[in-house]
């Protein structure tokens, strides 16, 4: 029986508090000690496990289990990848770079080596530091069908901020016609606007009111979060004038938003990806002269809504403008969620080819539950950029039945399982989920925050 079929046993746990329980369960718990740097055996269920909590069970990792390594070939054992990894990659040639690997790997005490060898084989990949991109507050928001009060927005920002999260994407830019997160709650001439009222003078199926209210509120929360420290704060803009009007409120670093789809490209910013990269050359440009770094986003990398699968060069070919024009970092929109590790892999060997693979994030959507093994391969693969949504907040006005993202929870709780590094606090991580969801009013899409939440419920009947 596993852990996760097996309730925890409260009896079983010696005297701590909440939170320690929940750290025992979560960061901290099967992080190496300094004393115990081998595989970072931990407590739990009065047994102990591997820092990676797989406590120990012998699996037979065939590839049959693991398809796609027909297509990533070990370079420890003397074959050379097909894609291009750079210097900083963990592989290069037929050699490892142990720069990337966790310290428990190498140094285990266990006599097992033939275990050992199971661990380093796949887990090799893996950096030591993931940076975790926080999205929520723009790509977990702007697809709520309920109006998130600017003052929660702020609130959330400054609770993921204090977790330690290094950036936190903090709104958008865009044209109010065409998202439909925007503040019902003011006025025209002295008079309360109603979501009915709004959606009936206004029309364009109840997305959008006066342009000037949508940017006021994407002003608002920057002017509520200038000063704040400890993260960057970047913001979505899809053309010039966004742009300037982010730029104008106090952002110091923006997105841009393009597609490998042409059909959603249409749907979601009304140009073909060709005018879309010619917009954001403008941006690109004007943000040079100010020295404000630009992101740039690939949506639709696995599938389109419209399309259907889309072709990895297709992929490639948009990171790479992105990249040419000055991105310094591209995150690959899986929008729907329909990549699974086998098309992942396709994707971005096809990305890593153009792309240095330091330069690259990946940004999954958790529709059809693939994200986390997704991430894991990207990891794997040399990746060390990961978006993710608080309580897994989310989806795309254009990208009908796509869920939200990732739960940062999520993330955050494999990270550490498997002793990756995030500086994010999971305990004060798991406080803005809660915070949002309850402002939601509904409950959190992290299985972790679901889990440790019963975890605390039942402590507290103790
Ligand atoms: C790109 C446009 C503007 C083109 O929209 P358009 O209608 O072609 O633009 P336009 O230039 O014709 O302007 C129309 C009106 O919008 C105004 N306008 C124009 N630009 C702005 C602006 N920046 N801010 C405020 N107002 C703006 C402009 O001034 C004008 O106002 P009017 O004269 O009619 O009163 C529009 O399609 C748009 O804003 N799209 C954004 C939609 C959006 O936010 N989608 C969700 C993004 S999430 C995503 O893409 C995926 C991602 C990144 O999360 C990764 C993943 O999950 O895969």
């Known amino acids: 029986m596993s852990s996760l079929e097996e ?5 079983k746990l010696p005297s701590m508090n909440t939170i320690e329980r929940i750290q025992r369960f979560s960061s901290g718990a099967c992080r190496p000690r300094a004393d115990d740097r081998g595989m970072g ?3 739990i269920e009065g047994r102990s496990c591997s820092s990676s909590n797989s406590c120990e069970e012998d699996y037979e990792y065939t590839r049959e289990t693991f398809p796609w390594k027909r297509q990533t070939r070990d370079p420890c054992q003397g074959n050379r990848r097909t894609m291009s990894l750079s210097s900083k990659n963990m ?29 380093n084989k796949f887990l090799k990949g893996i950096p030591k530091f993931v940076k975790i991109v926080e999205v929520g507050p723009r790509d977990g928001l702007q697809n709520e069908k309920n109006i998130v009060p600017t003052d929660v927005k702020v609130e959330l920002i ?50 959008m009111p006066k342009a000037a209210l949508m940017l006021a509120d994407a002003r608002d929360v920057m002017e509520a979060v200038h000063g704040l420290e400890g993260s960057r704060l970047p913001v979505l803009t899809p053309n010039l004038k966004g742009f300037e009007a982010a730029v104008a409120a106090g952002a110091k670093e ?38 404000i770094p630009v992101r740039g986003y690939v949506s639709c990398v696995i599938g389109c809504p419209e399309e259907g699968s889309i072709s990895p060069s297709k992929v490639a070919y948009v990171a790479k403008e992105l990249h040419d024009m000055g991105c310094f970092e ?21 990305v890593m080819a153009v792309v240095p693979v330091e330069k690259l994030a990946v940004h999954f959507h958790d529709t059809y539950g693939q994200s986390l093994p997704n991430i894991l391969l990207s990891l794997q693969m040399g990746i ?33 399982g498997l002793g990756v590094r995030t500086n994010v606090d ?27 939440s019963r975890v605390t419920a039942d402590a507290s009947k103790i």
Request: charged share 20%.
């Open 41 to 43: 055996h931990c407590w």
């Open 254 to 291: 923006v997105a841009v938003f393009a597609s490998a789809s042409e059909s959603f490209s249409k749907s979601n910013i009304n140009c073909s990806i060709k005018e879309s990269l010619a917009r954001y050359r403008a941006v690109t440009h004007a943000a040079k002269e100010l020295s």
């Open 7 to 11: 309730p925890l046993g409260f009896d």
């Open 158 to 207: 400054h609770r993921l901020v204090s977790s330690g999260l290094p950036v936190v994407e903090a709104t958008s830019f865009v044209s109010p016609k065409w998202v439909p997160q925007v503040d019902y709650n003011w006025e025209i001439d002295g008079e309360k606007m109603s979501e009915e009222r709004s959606q009936g003078e206004l029309g364009g199926g109840g997305l």
């Open 91 to 119: 592989v290069s040639g037929s050699s490892c770079d142990s720069r990337y690997l966790p310290d428990h790997q190498y140094s285990s005490k266990s006599n097992d080596k033939e275990k050992q060898g199971i661990a």
């Open 426 to 452: 999971l305990v004060k991580l798991l406080s803005a989920g809660d915070f949002i969801c309850k402002q939601l009013g509904r409950p959190s899409g992290s299985k972790t925050a679901v889990a440790l």
């Open 330 to 350: 591209i995150s690959l929109g899986d929008t729907i969620g329909v990549g699974t590790p086998g098309t992942v892999v396709a994707m971005l060997e096809a």
């Open 384 to 416: 060390s950029v990961v978006d993710s949504s608080v309580a897994g907040l989310g989806g795309c006005p254009y990208a009908k039945g796509a869920s939200g993202n990732v739960a940062t929870e999520d993330v955050v709780f494999m990270l550490h």
